[in-house]
């Protein structure tokens, strides 16, 4: 190896990856915006997707322009273990489905990353930890959280996992009971694979030790939005401007939830338009709010609304909501629908 390989492989290593997961199109949105957050924190490592077949080409030409690989992983063809493991095993689909993140070996060290989650700051640091270090899990400290860990890669341990899941299956159903079983020590061997809880801070947290997340919080590096309700499960109502399902279910930070449909908006949505062209596509938000891509219209959105007597009374005390809901650019677009 040259030296100027050797100086360019010392600084920015290529053979060190955030890897990620995505089946499905929703699942790719996450990605997309994970991705993204990842690169505008200027990480110097690659950046893997692994995807499965129902990904849409549209969402996999996506992918690709953000991620350095994107790698699809199809368990029911691999016809590999993880086949067999899968056909003993076949309510553990999506956990065999992550565990494949094992088999890229091209890699030496990993850093695995829920779809569901946001990198807030640059945190290549990671990449100075051991296999297996991650934080712990909100619900029961004593395990780990799986959506995000770092990582080796290796074929050995990827065939121990899928040996173990078949034997064992998954205490919780998911990924987080078979590598909790399978790095069983990590609650009491080494504090130094315990990752703080800012790389993966569930806004779940938010709402058990509320004094703690007004301690640290603003420390906080990635967030883990998880749960049932995901951020793109939430849909804009351009009439009602409110977002709709419940945004009141304690499962998401609404700052959080903000931030991250802030940087869909503005650099995923138009990636996907550009793609879709003039086809239509489901981006889960309002035309109007995402295309002015406006913080205040978002924040807006994401507010519970007055009712127009409420808003009417308001205007006539002289207090109206000139930022916001009665700023001067929403009068002229109502102004502009009355004209046409
Ligand atoms: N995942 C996926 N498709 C699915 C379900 C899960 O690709 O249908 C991946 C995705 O990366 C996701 C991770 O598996 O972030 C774990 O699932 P999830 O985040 O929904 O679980 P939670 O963190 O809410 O427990
Ligand atoms: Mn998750």
Not at 34 to 46: F, I, Y
Request: aromatic fraction near 12%; include cysteine.
């Amino acid at each position: 190896m040259g030296v100027v390989q050797c100086l360019f492989n010392c600084f920015s290593p290529s053979d060190q990856a955030f890897v990620t997961l995505a089946t499905n199109d929703s699942y790719a949105r996450g990605a997309m915006v994970l991705g993204k957050s990842l690169r505008n924190h200027n990480t110097s490592k690659k950046l893997v997707a692994l995807i499965g077949p129902q990904m849409s080409d549209a969402c996999q030409s996506v992918l690709k322009r953000i991620y350095d690989e994107v790698r699809m992983v199809d368990v029911l063809d691999s016809g590999d273990t993880a086949h067999l493991a899968m056909m003993k095993r076949p309510d553990l689909g999506v956990t065999f489905t992550k565990l494949h993140c094992w088999t890229l070996t091209h890699y030496s060290k990993c850093v695995f990353m829920d779809a569901d989650t946001l990198v807030l700051s640059n945190i290549d640091e990671l990449f100075d930890r051991e296999e297996l270090s991650a934080a712990p899990d909100p619900g029961w400290p004593d395990c780990f959280n799986s959506g995000v860990f770092v990582f080796r890669p290796s074929m050995e341990t990827y065939g121990k996992l899928l040996q173990y899941c078949t034997e064992h299956g998954s205490f919780d159903g998911g990924d987080q009971g078979v590598l909790n079983g399978f790095f069983s020590d990590w609650a009491t061997a080494d504090i130094s694979k315990h990752l703080p809880f800012i790389y993966n801070l569930s806004s779940i947290a938010i709402y058990t030790y509320l004094p703690a997340f007004k301690q640290y919080g603003g420390n906080a590096k990635v967030v883990h939005f998880l749960g049932k309700t995901k951020p793109w499960s939430y849909t804009f109502d351009t009439k009602s401007k409110q977002i709709a399902g419940s945004v009141h279910e304690a499962s998401t930070h609404p700052t959080f939830l903000l931030e991250w449909w802030t940087l869909y908006s503005s650099a995923v949505v138009p990636m996907l338009q550009e793609i879709y062209g003039d086809q239509p596509f489901h981006s889960g938000c309002v035309a109007v709010n995402c295309l002015d891509g406006s913080l205040s219209s978002l924040a807006q959105a994401l507010q519970p609304q007055m009712s127009s007597e409420e808003r009417k009374e308001k205007w006539e005390q002289g207090q109206a909501d000139y930022m916001g809901m009665d700023s001067f650019d929403n009068i002229k677009r109502k102004l502009d629908t009355f004209l046409k």
